[in-house]
């Protein structure tokens, strides 16, 4: 099956800086990359995808790269504010409706006013 | 969370007991899934459906069952509640066409002394 890593576990960025959060994925069959955003006593929320056709898009101050030859992608929050206080989740999965996504572990970040 | 409603919101039970989380929706959508939450696990599916009595399971399935009798209601048991089932519960649905995006419910704490 399909497994899915992700890094950093936590990060720490100051007001205005950019935070880069990075995940490895395994199942080459995977062309479905969605990233949540998961505040404090919420569940998670979608706030950016990404398939295997695109090798990146940006929403506002969020963008996501793709990478399928290395079979890794990442998401970037510039300019981050304390409002993107958090924790994100990456998954992995088959575009198809029902198919199970594959979650990696998960990074809090924290921004420093 | 709107359109998903988890209940209980948390639950205190002692170990042996049965306990039965329910996730209702009010989106009419096909699929719906159950997750738990643990530091540094992110997100594992235990069971989903994708239609009224249509279930299987998921990556950590043992130890639970579930129940769809009808398309607005998933419900979870824990037949024999251990201390390792103490978790974070999430439902999730998505529609029955397009791509797998998920929308979650508000999470169901259960601790299992």
């Known amino acids: 099956g399909e497994n899915v890593e992700q890094h950093p576990s936590t990060l720490s960025v100051q007001e205005g800086d950019s935070a880069v959060i990075k995940c490895t994925y395994s199942?080459?069959?995977?062309?479905?990359f969605p990233w949540y955003k998961q505040e404090l006593g919420k569940g998670p929320q979608l706030i950016i995808d990404i398939r295997s056709n695109v090798g990146e898009k940006k929403d506002q101050r969020i963008a996501v790269t793709l990478n399928k030859t290395a079979k890794h992608f990442s998401l970037h929050i510039t300019e981050t504010q304390p409002e993107d206080s958090a924790v994100y989740f990456c998954?992995?999965?088959?575009?198809?409706?029902?198919?199970?996504?594959?979650f990696g572990g998960g990074t809090r970040l924290m921004v420093k006013p | 969370d709107a359109g998903i409603t988890q209940s209980p919101r948390h639950k205190v039970t002692e170990t042996g007991t049965p306990v039965t989380l329910r996730c209702h929706q009010t989106?009419?959508?096909?699929?719906m899934y159950w997750y738990r939450q643990d530091p540094g696990h992110g997100l594992r599916l235990i069971h989903y459906?994708?239609?009224?009595?249509?279930?299987d399971k998921g990556e950590v399935s043992d130890g639970y069952s579930v129940s769809r009798s009808k398309t607005e209601d998933f419900l979870l048991t824990l037949e024999s509640a251990t201390s390792s089932q103490t978790s974070v519960y999430f439902c999730a649905i998505s529609e029955s066409s397009g791509a797998n995006v998920l929308t979650f419910g508000a999470g169901s704490r259960l601790t299992v002394l």
């Open positions: 199942d080459s069959a995977s062309n479905y």
């Open positions: 459906s994708y239609g009224v009595k249509d279930t």
């Open positions: 998954a992995a999965g088959v575009d198809n409706a029902g198919n199970m996504l594959t």
């Open positions: 989106e009419n959508h096909r699929y």
